[in-house]
């Protein structure tokens, strides 16, 4: 049971590249989310997702895309990447709501040169 | 907007003494409560959840909170060097599917 894993561990993009950061959950969790993380600060919900095929804006959005096509995947993807998007990107997943514990992979580092 | 306030820190504690990390939230309709606890370059692990008023209590940790004074607390007794750590607080509404967290407060136990 791997619980919640993402990928990359670590990228350097250049301006204007594209990338897709993997996450991917085994324990069946419905609720899968997105986070950043800046240097210093807290957790910034970017999208998540209630289920296969549902997904929502979180506060943060822009410049990011989402997909759920499995309950297990849930893919985030940067277009056009720019030095504000660099940060340390969290995938999380619960089994319901806020109500149930979220649980987070080790987290992915992006670099925006 | 709603926002969840911690002082950044950093806090020093000596071992074996109290830590008290504070949190203030501004949305009067906020119900529910998480305290997060992240390593250094880690992911965040969630120690407690509070719904209710009062105190809720697991081990050295003990969780607060007052909905009148709109104010979240958590308790570490018998502070450890493993402590050390920064504490993300977060709320959310009931059935809601979104939490917002504060900044986090950075933990320093002292041997």
């Known amino acids: 049971n791997a619980g919640v894993t993402q990928t990359p561990k670590f990228r350097i993009l250049k301006i204007g590249q594209s990338m897709t950061l993997q996450c991917t959950q085994d324990m069946n969790h419905n609720y899968m989310y997105w986070y950043r993380q800046d240097p210093g600060m807290g957790l910034k919900l970017i999208y998540y997702?209630?289920?296969?095929?549902?997904?929502d804006k979180g506060e943060v959005p822009n410049g990011y895309n989402v997909s759920r096509s499995t309950t297990e995947d849930f893919p985030l993807r940067l277009e056009l990447a720019a030095p504000s998007q660099t940060s340390v990107y969290f995938c999380a997943s619960s089994a319901g709501g806020t109500q149930e514990t979220q649980y987070f992979g080790p987290g992915t580092r992006l670099l925006v040169l | 907007q709603k926002e969840v306030e911690q002082n950044s820190g950093p806090l020093s504690v000596p071992e074996g003494a109290i830590a008290s990390l504070n949190c203030t939230y501004s949305?009067?309709?906020?119900?529910?409560f998480f305290w997060y606890r992240q390593y250094s370059g880690k992911s965040p692990e969630l120690i407690m959840f509070i719904y209710s008023n009062g105190d809720k209590e697991d081990g050295r940790f003990t969780a607060q909170l007052n909905k009148a004074s709109q104010y979240v607390s958590l308790l570490i007794r018998d502070s450890q060097p493993s402590d050390s750590a920064t504490y993300l607080c977060a709320g959310a509404y009931f059935g809601n599917e979104k939490l917002t967290f504060g900044t986090g407060t950075r933990l320093t136990i002292i041997p």
């Open positions: 997702s209630v289920g296969a095929g549902i997904t």
């Open positions: 949305d009067r309709g906020s119900q529910s």
